[in-house]
């Protein structure tokens, strides 16, 4: 069943003194769930395991509570009573062939320890360098403390092989992993054994290595990340040192892991980096070394990663994104369903589960992160109800993706669209300035449903509550989207905009229809994610000499979410848009707009020829509201049930909606839970008192 031409990504691979049985590498990737949920990480493991993934690690662990990253929520090995969450993980990766790998984390100058209050050490006494900026600086590492140090990786490798894990990564990459803050100048000023050359700069990774090989002998597997590049000039860890470490050091891990810069350089959006965007700083490592190499790239494609391997490149096809989109991408490829895959659109929506502390989500799969929750798997629906026929109003990811589950389950289903295509707003915002690979949210879902006997596609067909009565439907699902607002209400104003005068008005919707603003234009973004600047780089390259306004401190604030943030204050930079930041628009006026300053109030004015407002969008609720209305009519009409999902209900991002259509897709005919909590979570039993 498996095109010949991808044999060699399902060949085994020697890691050490152990096999994996295929190319395919989920490297370490946080979820979101940690210490906190360790049940639902073991289960995401554990479904990546079934779809066919020959190495999977969990996220970065601390190995000691003397370095820990709160607030961010990662896995904890301080103690012995750690072990059991993580055996369980253990566990659930090897079901099934696979190899199970922990990556055990010092983070060093990037532990500010603010749960702990322990104070930090590093190879330096320097600023903790965190995304929060914290106000603490570390101390210099003894040589009684690197002598700690080392015996505190042993305690946490025999550990590890309590667990039942097969192989260690140790952290050296993104900036976060001590073993980098020992061989980047950046970090290490030291003047001791341990500073100066990279061969002393390499020691200390050298004696672990060594340590944990004498204390788990042929029983596991050691690997080694490090940064491809520190991307931070001379004083960096260069990607020629790196070259330079590897060939110094060429058998020191039985594997070693590369990854790109800094966790925004490593983990770049679809917006701002390609496919395979670091091959030309992996190419020829590979030649250095005995030893298998790893990669990434956000590697969706086969064919590329065939390439990588057969040319040399890369040993193993390292992917944590797409791993996410989807779990059972190996299994497709072995079954010869490429064009199953759920292709991960680089969107980043995964990340922010670890850097808002939430649950971690996926704009492709939204069942990632409750498998163990809720008890979803990725490629199996529940049994159907007894119901038969169900109306899906509105295309787009909320609608498709309900109307996908459904009709999995086995329902009739019918789609009807208002607009001439399908897609909803990704079809509009995939032509916006590098929003091309969101498309794929509905590219996937209408070629699956397209499968399936039991879906009926009904475009340019804008239905009212008349309409719908009459069809004698057993269920309604309301998927009818939102409209960006004109009128500029969101945070800063929650009732309309002041307006004096006929400035040209516009939304993101009218760019999206067309609809351009001409000259001197004024972007105001209250809305603080993608679109606002996305609007302000399309309008610049058209010609308008552009200018974003915002309240918020950085431009698309919440993008630093999304790890894109500094991306596109410098694309909007280079484009020539004048950024203000910390600053409202207090009125419209007939040649500009009235300015006030976010903290002060102090006014200002801008001259221009017309306005952009990204502000809040509205919901389209006239169809559901009518129906709810004229509920005395649904028992004639055959109408069970009537709801309201997706931007229809809340706007929010894509992922938001995916989730709304697949939780009503598996709801439907279910059990009234009343007012019971939807999903498990694991409660902290308390300790004696």
């Given at each position: 069943?498996?095109?010949p031409r991808?044999?060699?990504?399902f060949?085994p691979?020697r890691?050490?003194?152990?096999?994996?049985?295929?190319?395919?590498?989920q490297?370490?990737h946080?979820n979101?769930?940690g210490?906190?949920?360790p049940?639902a990480?073991a289960?995401?493991r554990?479904?990546?395991?079934?779809?066919?993934?020959g190495?999977?690690?969990?996220?970065q662990?601390?190995?000691h509570h003397?370095?820990?990253?709160t607030?961010?929520i990662e896995?904890?090995l301080?103690?012995?009573?750690?072990?059991?969450s993580i055996?369980r993980?253990a566990?659930?990766?090897k079901?099934h062939?696979?190899?199970?790998g922990?990556?055990l984390?010092?983070?060093?100058?990037n532990?500010?320890?603010?749960?702990?209050?322990?104070?930090?050490?590093?190879?330096?006494?320097l600023?903790?360098?965190t995304f929060?900026n914290d106000?603490?600086?570390?101390?210099?590492?003894?040589?009684?403390d690197?002598a700690d140090?080392r015996?505190w990786?042993v305690?946490?490798?025999r550990?590890?092989?309590?667990?039942?894990?097969?192989l260690?990564?140790l952290y050296g990459a993104?900036g976060?992993?001590?073993?980098q803050?020992?061989?980047s100048?950046a970090?290490n000023q030291?003047?001791?054994e341990y500073?100066?050359?990279?061969?002393n700069?390499s020691?200390?990774?050298r004696?672990v290595?060594?340590?944990?090989?004498?204390?788990?002998?042929?029983?596991?597997?050691i690997?080694l990340?490090?940064?491809?590049?520190?991307t931070?000039?001379d004083l960096?860890?260069?990607?020629?040192?790196v070259?330079?470490?590897v060939?110094l050091?060429?058998?020191l891990p039985?594997l070693?892991?590369l990854a790109h810069?800094?966790?925004?350089?490593c983990?770049?959006?679809?917006?701002?980096?390609e496919?395979a965007a670091?091959e030309?700083l992996?190419?020829?490592i590979?030649?250095?070394t005995?030893?298998p190499v790893?990669g990434?790239?956000?590697f969706?494609?086969p064919?590329t990663?065939?390439?990588?391997?057969r040319?040399g490149?890369?040993d193993?096809?390292?992917?944590?994104?797409?791993s996410?989109a989807d779990?059972?991408?190996?299994?497709?490829?072995e079954?010869g369903?490429?064009?199953?895959i759920r292709?991960c659109?680089?969107?980043?929506i995964?990340?922010?589960?670890?850097?808002i502390q939430?649950?971690?989500?996926?704009?492709?799969?939204?069942?990632?992160m409750e498998e163990w929750?809720r008890g979803?798997?990725?490629?199996r629906?529940?049994?159907k109800?007894?119901?038969e026929r169900v109306l899906?109003v509105?295309s787009?990811?909320a609608?498709l993706?309900a109307?996908?589950?459904l009709a999995?389950r086995g329902?009739?289903?019918?789609?009807?669209e208002?607009r001439e295509?399908f897609?909803?707003?990704?079809?509009?915002?995939?032509l916006?300035?590098?929003?091309?690979?969101w498309?794929?949210?509905a590219?996937?879902?209408?070629?699956?449903l397209g499968?399936l006997?039991n879906?009926s596609l009904y475009?340019?067909?804008?239905?009212t509550?008349?309409?719908?009565?009459?069809f004698g439907?057993?269920?309604v699902c309301?998927?009818t989207?939102s409209h960006?607002?004109a009128?500029?209400?969101?945070r800063q104003h929650?009732v309309?905009?002041?307006r004096?005068g006929?400035?040209?008005?516009?939304?993101?919707?009218?760019?999206?229809d067309g609809r351009l603003?001409?000259?001197?234009?004024?972007?105001?973004?209250d809305d603080?994610y993608?679109?606002?600047?996305?609007?302000?780089?399309?309008?610049?390259a058209r010609?308008?000499?552009?200018t974003?306004v915002t309240p918020a401190p950085?431009v698309s604030?919440?993008?630093r979410?999304t790890?894109?943030?500094?991306a596109?204050?410098?694309r909007?930079?280079?484009?020539?848009?004048a950024?203000v930041?910390?600053?409202g628009v207090?009125?419209?006026?007939a040649?500009?707009v009235?300015?006030n300053?976010?903290?002060?109030?102090?006014?200002?004015?801008?001259?221009?020829?017309a306005v952009?407002?990204v502000a809040?969008?509205r919901?389209?609720?006239?169809?559901h509201d009518?129906?709810?209305?004229r509920?005395d009519e649904?028992?004639d009409?055959g109408?069970?049930?009537l709801a309201?999902?997706g931007d229809?209900a809340?706007?929010?991002?894509i992922?938001?909606?995916?989730?709304a259509?697949?939780?009503y897709a598996?709801?439907l005919?279910g059990?009234?839970?009343?007012?019971a909590?939807?999903?498990?979570r694991?409660?902290?039993?308390?300790?004696p008192?």
């Open positions: 069943m498996r095109d991808y044999d060699i990504l060949e691979v890691i050490g003194p152990l096999t994996a049985k295929n190319r395919f590498y490297v370490p946080c979101g769930g210490y906190r949920d049940s990480a289960e995401m554990g479904v990546k395991a079934e779809g066919g993934w190495v999977i690690f969990t996220e662990t601390e190995m003397t370095s820990e990253i607030p961010f896995l904890r301080w103690e012995d009573q750690d072990i059991p055996a993980m566990e659930r990766m079901t062939g696979a190899l199970a922990i990556q984390a010092y983070s060093g100058i532990g500010p320890n603010m749960y702990t209050k322990e104070v930090p050490l590093a190879p330096s006494a600023p903790i360098r929060t106000p603490v600086q570390a101390r210099a590492l003894d040589r009684r690197i140090l015996r990786f305690n946490a490798a550990r590890c092989r309590t667990a039942g894990f097969d260690i990564c993104h976060f992993g001590i073993f803050h020992f061989l100048r970090t030291r003047s001791d500073g100066g050359s990279l061969e700069r020691r200390f990774v004696e290595v060594a340590d944990i090989r004498d204390a788990v002998g042929d029983t596991m597997a690997t990340r490090v940064s491809l590049d520190e931070i000039g960096g860890f260069s990607n020629a040192e070259r330079d470490f060939a050091n060429a058998d039985d070693w892991d810069g800094t966790w925004e350089d983990s770049g959006p679809s917006r701002f980096k496919e670091q030309a992996v190419k020829g590979r030649d250095l005995g030893k790893v990434v790239g956000r969706t494609s064919d990663m065939v390439r990588m391997v040319q490149v890369l193993f096809v390292g992917c944590a994104r797409p996410i779990p059972f991408l190996p299994l497709k490829v079954e369903r490429i064009e199953d292709e659109i680089g969107c980043n995964c990340v922010t589960g670890d850097m939430g649950m971690g989500r996926c704009t492709q799969n939204p069942t990632w929750r979803w798997h990725p490629e629906m529940n049994p109800g007894p119901s899906i509105g787009g990811p609608g993706e109307a996908l589950g999995r329902y009739e289903v019918a789609v009807a208002a295509s897609g909803g707003r990704v079809a509009r915002e995939r916006l300035p590098g929003l091309s690979a498309g794929r949210v590219d996937y879902r209408l070629y699956q499968q006997g879906v475009p340019a067909s804008p239905l509550a008349d309409d719908i009565l009459g439907f057993e269920h309301l998927a989207g960006w607002r009128d500029g209400v969101a929650v309309q905009i002041p004096e006929a400035l040209p008005v516009f939304t993101p919707d009218d760019v999206m603003p001409t000259g001197t234009v004024v972007v105001y973004d603080h993608y679109m606002g600047g996305v609007i302000a780089e399309l309008l610049a010609g308008c000499n552009v974003l950085y604030d919440w993008s979410n790890l894109e943030q500094g596109v204050h410098r909007l930079a280079a484009a020539g848009v950024i930041l910390n600053t207090a009125a419209l006026q040649d500009g009235e300015t300053c976010a903290y002060t109030d102090a006014r200002g004015r801008i001259t221009c020829d952009v407002l809040s969008r919901s389209e609720t006239a169809v009518e129906l709810r209305a509920a649904w028992a009409a109408l069970r049930s309201l999902i229809a809340a706007p929010a991002p992922a938001w909606a995916t989730f259509g697949h939780r598996r709801d005919d059990p009234d839970r009343g007012d909590l939807p999903f498990r694991e409660v902290t039993a308390l300790a008192a």
